[in-house]
């Protein structure tokens, strides 16, 4: 009896110790709750109602890595403000808006519309968004990274997914003009042949920039998300085109045999890539084309195979951590198939929470990708460091509050589980 009785007493205070377990709706409702607030405190945090950019690396210590101190990357603000608008916050995400609509129409160089990969992050207030870049006090010269100073055809299209999302909730016209614009310029100075798909845009520093022909799967479904969205308003055949041949291009590189997508193309803009793996180009197909060709759910078992590390899952085939902003976009793509998300992965993306609310990259110290930043790269040199990340947080809001950025709606499992 007394054996039985302390038994009892021990379960009793390990109980108490141990609070339960959330269940999987009250994972999901905290997450939402965190990352949203960590990008609601972002976006306050930079006075007045203009137009700013967010910091892609908010918590850098300064003069840790100069290269991305206070750099603001047109991708991270994108989805940051696709994330700040799934969470109700619409007056920030026009912020953002209004800051690469100004970018686009004051560039320092050219007169084309076209938007850089990075810029200062901040408030706008002298009406001219400046470009990153630092004093190398050893040599006395301004440094400027040649991709931040680029334009990455993947990047404009997230840009004017942005723009979209925004007009979905203003109606006013400048924004689906200025997404239409971005979309004029990617079709104007990016579109390949043989196949005909659009290429990776512009590397370099403004005296000597180059064309990537290289074609990638992930920027062509971007592009065809925006044209699609952008012709569901206009029902312009030139967009209707472009979104085509983004499309087919996207569709041509679905593998039947191994069940996944291609990366896409090598430099030559023909040749395929078949060695690497990018896990964005496997999750996001679904997200873009609703409803996606039955076939595609296949896809699942490459990345479970190839893309998982531990609860979560790493940039590239076979990786050597976990990516936070891919394990949550397979989180947004898991809903948007109507499959359910584990517990495990929305523990651990509310694991990844820095001090200051915002997501780390990766719980890894360092993550490779298998990927070069650019042309004068010497090795694969694009990495995520354990480092609190706009773009992660970002994702992981938008996983959690179950938005769909490439489509501007929220998920409905019924209509693309098909």
């Known amino acids: 009896m007394q054996r039985r009785l302390l038994l009892a007493m021990g379960l009793l205070l390990a109980a108490i110790a141990s609070p339960p377990a959330l269940s999987t709706d009250a994972l999901r409702q905290t997450l939402a709750q ?7 405190a972002a976006a306050a945090s930079v006075p007045g109602d203009g137009p700013m950019l967010l910091p892609s690396y908010p918590g850098l210590p300064p003069g840790s890595v100069r290269a ?11 989805l940051a403000g696709i994330a700040l608008t799934a969470c109700g916050d619409q007056a920030q ?5 209004n800051a690469l609509l100004l970018a686009a129409s004051h560039d320092p160089t050219f007169n084309d519309g076209r938007l850089r990969n990075a810029y200062l992050a901040g408030s706008i207030g002298s009406g001219k968004v400046e470009l990153p870049g630092y004093w190398q006090s050893q040599g006395n010269y301004w440094s400027q990274d040649p991709y931040q100073v680029g334009t990455a055809t993947g990047n404009a ?5 942005l723009m979209l999302t925004v007009y979905d909730s203003t109606h006013d016209r400048r924004y689906l003009d200025g997404a239409i614009a971005q979309l004029r310029w990617i079709q104007a100075h990016t579109l390949g042949s043989a196949p005909p798909a659009y290429e990776g845009g512009l590397f370099g520093y403004d005296n000597a920039q180059r064309q990537q022909h290289w074609k990638a799967t992930e920027h062509n479904l971007d592009v065809y998300a925006a044209a699609t969205w952008a012709g569901r308003y206009t029902r312009d055949a030139a967009l209707a085109q472009q979104a085509k041949t983004a499309g087919d291009f996207v569709k041509s590189m679905w593998d039947p045999e191994q ?9 030559d803009g023909r040749t395929l890539s078949r060695d690497k793996s990018g896990l964005d180009a496997q999750v996001w197909p679904l997200l873009a084309f609703n409803p996606h ?16 590390s531990g609860d979560g899952y790493g940039y590239r085939r076979h990786p050597d951590g976990v990516w936070t902003e891919g394990t949550a976009q397979v989180a947004t793509a898991l809903l948007a198939s109507g499959k359910p998300v584990p517990d495990t992965l929305w523990r651990l993306l509310l694991a990844q929470r820095s001090a200051g609310g915002m997501l780390y990259a ?3 110290a360092r993550i490779a990708t298998d990927f070069a930043i650019g042309p004068t790269s010497t090795y694969a040199d694009f990495f995520y460091y354990h480092q609190p990340h706009l773009g992660a947080t970002a994702w992981t809001a938008l996983a959690a509050k179950g938005w769909n950025p490439l489509t501007g709606q929220a998920i409905n499992p019924t209509e693309q589980a098909r």
């Open 362 to 364: 990766t719980p890894q």
């Open 293 to 308: 060709p039955v076939e595609w759910n296949q896809v699942w078992s490459w990345v479970e195979s190839q893309h998982r």
């Open 259 to 267: 069940h996944r997508f291609l990366v896409g193309t090598l430099d």
């Open 34 to 40: 965190a990352t949203c607030s960590a990008m609601h």
């Open 68 to 78: 991305l101190e206070n750099v603001a990357f047109v991708y991270d603000n994108a």
């Open 157 to 161: 299209a997230w840009a004017a997914l």
């Open 93 to 97: 995400a026009r912020r953002i808006a």
